[in-house]
């Protein structure tokens, strides 16, 4: 990873025509693998990256993103292993970190607490918190809090975060950590997000929009939901390209999406069934990130024959 | 709006003596307003965007209806939980245990209302307010099959449709429940994700909710979840307290010296202690499920136990941040309880608030003491408890000396459902008060 200014690599990343930004669940199914299939989505045409850090309740997935964090973390994923994992990808676009805000929140808190040194603490702090006796509920770790998770992920060169379970209303921690270390702070519009929340919302965010193209859990569907224009109409005066998700899984639905207005698609579910079918049939890691690598021009190219079929002269965020 | 009078009437109504303060919202005096859902550093709106709109909708609703008694919801609820549900609950004096600790043990007997638990006062409240909200779908997680049976019940009295997600582990270990679920009309989901018990159902019924979030509504079943269900969830369930703390003052003369409720995500206890929450003299202590071992397993992921208001620590889980099982990196842990009633790695926010304060007191017995506690309520006074209910009871016996003289237990649910778990956990431990339970090896069917 290059570590230039996260902000600047963003809005290069949407600035000449459409955004193709996959998601993969890091670790799924394993580490070395997983290196691999990103590798293959920038080879493949990607603009951003949204890698998954898997937490044990992902109650915004559906079911294949779903066994996917099961598969990553019963290949041992962690935040550090995470962080490791970002420090040693080979691919030169922007990386941004999609997670649930109870792994942000923690993540400061083992090495604060620790008695011994840093290295070792992580594991002790476990066994010592259930040994701990309890009583006047005087002792409470002050350190908890995302600015310790967002301090490592800038330093190892994350973008910007995609936290699913974290409304604008519980944002002001982590938007504060991500000023502070030049870091986005992406939120996902909803179908059912109104003028007033949007606001509220836009207030927080930087980078783009993550814009939920229908109401229900992250998956892929054969059709595209009709309210994504509506909902990108509804957006036309924000200042931030908006990229949208749920539900994409093929070329075509990219280039309807795009030329809907849309200046990015947002693919995960589509891409981690190819991780999924790779894995049960037992195949290589080779052939599964050609065909990562296949759908992933599949989807750009469907995005930019979308923005080619825009009328008239497109214009708008994107230049 | 209303008069100065009206208004104590409205905060009694919703049950929120001991809260006023932080139920006001400061401006017009006779307007009681939701709060903004903090209980001190727990508590909050941890759920994707997608469902903030129908969170910000069901506050209102809880503001305008229930705290406010608009469209007299809370009068219609209060006849319907009577005419209905069957309350008041009695207080009843437990004779032989009273004898057998030398101290005056009063049961709440919320085992006797509509459904064989508590969890009728939240259901009803619930789905009434559903109604009131022109929502045309009822969704509930369920974990021992109570709140799911409870919810079921309102639901075909109160003419909703009701879908019910539970773990496949939990179907297995409560079937009554299942069946009376789908005999009340309702659909039963299973939930095979993860170790298939409450945790999972909750998250799967999140799901539902976050795709359909437009004309249904979700009953969560405890003081967990986003503002404002921990605070609505306690008032409906507030009704436990309000006539406890009158039986008791009637039947004695005074307040009891200690209220004893056991602890899951914390409904029954939160309804069992919140009026009598400005009662300093009171002592609350909240029962976890102490399983086979406080010890967390952090390698493995595991917890063999539900206590996270004894040993968990503050994080972010099902839509509020509070004391929960979780690994060092913040991952959920698999808790473990003999009663699956219990069996959930987090606690409702306002509980773990209180227990930080210093108000209650967080304690814990094992699976073997609330199997003593099972049968030793069983034997003694008749009253076959729920196994979550159990662990009240295995606390009395081993703590009795530290209650004072006067002591209100809470008895949460009767135990007809877990009839199966008892006899199969009774055989394979070796309690030592239990009867000879071989004739029914293999289990009752």
């Known amino acids: ?319 | 709006m209303s008069s100065e009078g009206e208004r104590s009437e409205a905060s009694d109504r919703a049950g929120s003596k001991a809260t006023r303060e932080n139920g006001r919202d400061g401006g017009d005096g006779d307007h009681v307003s939701a709060g903004d859902g903090k209980f001190g550093r727990y508590g909050g709106q941890y759920v994707p965007e997608a469902l903030m709109p129908a969170i910000g909708e069901l506050t209102d609703a809880y503001e305008r209806y229930v705290l406010n008694n608009e469209g007299g919801f809370m009068d219609e609820f209060r006849r319907r939980i009577r005419e209905f549900g069957g309350r008041p609950t009695p207080l009843q004096r437990a004779d032989r245990l009273s004898e057998r600790y030398d101290t005056e043990v009063y049961l709440k007997r919320e085992d006797l209302l509509h459904g064989g638990a508590h969890k009728l006062n939240n259901a009803l409240g619930q789905v009434l307010l559903a109604k009131y909200m022109g929502k045309e779908r009822i969704i509930a997680e369920t974990g021992a099959g109570q709140h799911g049976t409870a919810t079921a019940m309102a639901a075909a009295h109160l003419d909703m449709p009701c879908e019910v997600y539970m773990g496949e582990r939990d179907i297995n270990r409560q079937r009554p429940n299942v069946f009376r679920m789908k005999i009340n009309g309702s659909a039963v989901t299973p939930v095979t994700t993860g170790r298939g018990t409450l945790k999972e159902a909750i998250s799967e019924t999140m799901r539902d909710w976050a795709t359909n979030v437009e004309d249904t509504h979700y009953v969560i079943g405890s003081v967990v979840g986003p503002h404002p269900f921990p605070r609505m969830v306690r008032d409906f369930q507030s009704l436990i307290s309000e006539e406890a703390r009158e039986q008791i003052v009637d039947r004695t003369g005074a307040l009891p010296d200690s209220v004893v409720a056991c602890a899951g995500g914390g409904s029954n206890t939160m309804g069992t202690f919140h009026n009598f929450i400005g009662d300093e003299a009171v002592d609350l202590f909240a029962v976890e499920a102490g399983g086979s071992s406080l010890a967390v397993d952090a390698e493995e992921g595991v917890a063999p136990n539900s206590a996270s208001l004894s040993t968990g620590s503050e994080g972010v889980l099902h839509g509020a941040r509070t004391k929960l099982l979780q690994d060092h990196d913040g991952q959920i842990v698999e808790s473990h309880s003999v009663s699956s009633g219990l069996d959930y790695a987090g606690v409702g926010p306002e509980l773990a608030h209180l227990v930080d304060e210093g108000r209650v007191t967080p304690v814990n017995v094992d699976d073997d003491a609330a199997l003593e506690g099972f049968h030793r309520l069983s034997q003694e006074e008749g009253i076959i408890p729920a196994l979550e209910t159990a662990h009240a009871f295995g606390y009395l016996h081993e703590h009795h000396d530290e209650l004072g003289d006067v002591t209100v237990i809470n008895v949460s649910g009767r135990g007809d459902k877990d009839l199966d778990t008892a006899i199969e956990e009774t055989t394979k431990r070796d309690i030592p008060n239990a009867p000879d339970m071989s004739m029914f090896e293999g289990g009752l069917r």
């Open chain 1, 1 to 319: 990873m290059s570590d230039d200014g996260a902000s600047d690599r963003v809005a290069a990343a949407f600035a000449d025509g459409p955004a193709f930004v996959p998601y993969l669940a890091v670790g799924d199914p394993d580490y070395e693998s997983s290196l691999a299939y990103v590798e293959a989505l920038a080879e493949g045409g990607a603009d951003v990256i949204e890698l998954g850090l898997p937490f044990s309740e992902p109650i915004a997935e559906g079911p294949t993103i779903q066994n996917a964090v099961v598969r990553a973390l019963e290949s041992g994923m962690t935040p550090t292993r995470f962080f490791e994992f970002v420090e040693e990808v080979d691919v030169d676009v922007p990386l941004v970190c999609m997670t649930y805000y109870n792994l942000i929140y923690q993540y400061g808190e083992s090495e604060a607490r620790s008695v011994s040194d840093a290295s070792s603490a992580e594991r002790s702090s476990a066994n010592s918190r259930a040994a701990k006796p309890r009583d006047d509920g005087e002792e409470r770790p002050a350190s908890k809090g995302p600015r310790p998770f967002v301090e490592k992920a800038a330093s190892v060169g994350i973008s910007g975060f995609v936290v699913p379970d974290l409304p604008a209303e519980e944002a002001g921690p982590l938007r504060e950590a991500c000023d502070e270390f030049g870091l986005h702070l992406i939120s996902i519009v909803a179908p059912t997000t109104d003028e007033e929340r949007l606001d509220q919302l836009v207030e927080v965010s930087s980078g783009y929009l993550y814009v939920q193209a229908r109401l229900g859990v992250t998956g892929a569907s054969s059709s595209v939901s009709d309210r994504t224009g509506e909902s990108l109409a509804r957006l036309s005066d924000v200042d931030l390209p908006k990229a949208v998700g749920f539900g994409i899984s093929s070329g075509e639905q990219a280039a309807t999406i795009v030329e809907a207005g849309a200046d990015g698609i947002i693919v995960g579910s589509a891409l981690v069934d190819i991780v999924a079918e790779g894995h049960e049939r037992d195949e290589p890691t080779e052939e599964t990130a050609a065909r990562l690598e296949t759908k992933a021009r599949e989807l750009k190219q469907g995005a930019v024959d979308g923005y080619g079929r825009r009328t008239p002269a497109p214009e708008g965020t994107s230049d």
